[in-house]
Each structure stands twice: as structure tokens, then as C-alpha cells.
């Protein structure tokens, strides 16, 4: 079992940056990807990140890439997204997801999942 909790969410305004983090709980974190996704009202979920186990390989949707930027702190049991140049569209629930795998950018894949973080861009 692996307890995914994610924080760092909240209200900001276009242009601004915001860094969410992902701290799950595992034996050997060094074991697991991790991935972001998020969903706003109404749309189905996106796959915005993910990164390997090392954190030396990490792909991102094309509607985040050059803006968005995936870490992991491995010593720390945590992963952080590093979001700049929000913009309204931005505007979802964001959620970690962890497991024991390679890369993939299927939320089907991810078996683990935090309760989500909401961050809320204004124009």
C-alpha cells in the first residue's frame, strides 16, 4: 500500500507560478513513478506529468509542456510539479498518482492516488 498526499494547491492569478507537492508514503520510494494528472469541472481527466524513479526521465501532455516542470526529491518520499505561466485554463483538481512501473501517461495505469489538490487561476 502507498499513501499519496498532495498539497500546495490554491488561488492564484494568470501569469503567476505555482509548485504543488506529492509526498507517498512507501518503503523504497526510489521504487515508484510518479505522474500528475488533473481534471477541471465538467472535463474528463489529463495527464499532465510524470516522472522515473530516479527522476532522470519525464514526459509531459502537450498542453503543459514548456511551462510545467516534474521533480522528485527521493530522500523526502516527495515529488513536486512546478507550474509557471498559469493561465484560466489551468484552472483544475490536481492529483498525484504513484506506483510501482514504468513510464505511462494512462490514469488506468496508476493504482495509487491522492485526494487531489485544487488550484484556481483568474484572469
Known amino acids: 500500500q502507498v499513501q499519496v498526499v498532495e498539497s500546495g494547491g490554491g488561488m492564484v492569478h494568470s501569469g503567476d507560478s505555482l509548485r504543488l507537492s506529492c509526498t507517498a508514503s512507501?518503503?523504497?520510494?526510489?521504487?515508484?513513478?510518479i505522474a500528475w494528472f488533473r481534471q477541471a469541472p465538467e472535463k474528463e481527466r489529463e495527464f499532465v506529468a510524470v516522472?522515473?524513479?530516479?527522476?532522470?526521465?519525464?514526459s509531459y501532455g502537450d498542453s503543459v509542456k514548456g511551462r510545467f516542470a516534474v521533480s522528485r526529491d527521493n530522500a523526502k518520499n516527495t515529488a513536486y510539479l512546478q507550474m509557471n505561466g498559469l493561465e484560466p485554463e489551468d484552472t483544475a483538481v490536481y492529483y498525484c498518482?504513484?506506483?510501482?512501473?514504468?513510464?505511462?501517461?494512462?490514469?488506468?495505469?496508476?493504482?495509487?492516488w491522492g485526494q487531489g489538490t485544487l488550484v484556481t487561476v483568474s484572469s
Open positions: 498518482a504513484a506506483g510501482r512501473f514504468g513510464f505511462t501517461n494512462k490514469s488506468s495505469e496508476f493504482p495509487y
Open positions: 512507501a518503503r523504497n520510494f526510489n521504487t515508484i513513478t
Open positions: 516522472i522515473s524513479v530516479t527522476g532522470a526521465r519525464s
